[in-house]
């Protein structure tokens, strides 16, 4: 098969993978379907096997990630579609904001000082806890690399959708503001994904606190970077 057809199949395989398993997500809500663990993996396995070069497979399916610049002013929809939950709980977004951010940042830190790694590698874990196309432009200012970023994103995600509900209930939290909050700041779309399923407030203001928390990194990143 000659490298354009082997792109063509790649970014053809990888939407494939991602609308397959959103649909098997949706019939049956199991970790391992979500869209964020199943596509990649089948995708990777398929790479594998069928030994496509990367060079091949990134050829058509990195205008994917050219998405991400749009993805980020997408994001503006629904801050206007939700200004009045804004306006009615601002303290509740504000201090998750702060809170998600902070911990985000300190956490990695810690992780850094912990086990110690390079310094691209620590500089890419910094942004971890943000949505990916605000994760990505933060770990510039980091001194990161931005795909290793995305992919520590992903993972901090899915650890928030498996541990963020039996957490709540191990030390009792029932509010759905702090569900929300936490899920949204500390496991950004994956943690929002879950606050939905809990239920639509919870979703509401995750999302909310995703975005502002993403925009808060982006513009404290140079300042934070200078500070760690």
């Given at each position: 098969m000659s490298?354009?057809?082997l792109a063509i199949?790649?970014?053809?395989?990888?939407?494939?993978?991602?609308?397959?398993?959103?649909a098997a997500y949706k019939r049956k809500k199991v970790l391992?379907?979500?869209p964020t663990v199943a596509a990649p993996f089948a995708m990777i396995t398929l790479v594998i096997v069928a030994d496509i070069p990367l060079d091949s497979y990134f050829q058509y399916t990195h205008f994917l990630v050219m998405m991400l610049g749009p993805a980020t002013i997408a994001f503006a929809l629904p801050i206007y579609q939700?200004?009045?939950i804004i306006a009615r709980y601002p303290l509740t977004l504000t201090l998750g904001v702060i809170t998600g951010l902070i911990l985000g940042l300190m956490s990695s830190w810690v992780l850094v000082r912990l086990f110690p790694m390079p310094?691209?590698?620590?500089?890419?874990?910094?942004?971890?806890?943000?949505s990916?196309?605000?994760a990505m432009q933060a770990t510039v200012k980091f001194g990161g690399i931005p795909?290793?970023?995305a992919m520590l994103v992903v993972m901090t995600g899915i650890f928030g959708m498996l541990a963020g509900e039996p957490l709540f209930k191990a030390i009792?939290?029932?509010?759905?503001?702090?569900?929300g909050s936490a899920l949204g700041a500390a496991s950004h779309g994956s943690g929002t994904a879950k606050a939905f399923e809990i239920g639509h407030e919870e979703g509401v203001i995750a999302s909310l606190t995703m975005i502002f928390t993403g925009i808060a990194m982006v513009l404290g990143a140079p300042v934070f970077s200078y500070i760690l």
């Open positions: 490298d354009t057809l199949f790649s970014f053809a395989a990888t939407i494939a993978f991602y609308y397959l398993s959103k391992w379907l979500a939700q200004r009045a310094d691209e590698v620590a500089s890419s874990m910094l942004a971890r806890s943000v990916t196309p605000f795909d290793l970023t009792g939290v029932r509010s759905s503001h702090a569900k």
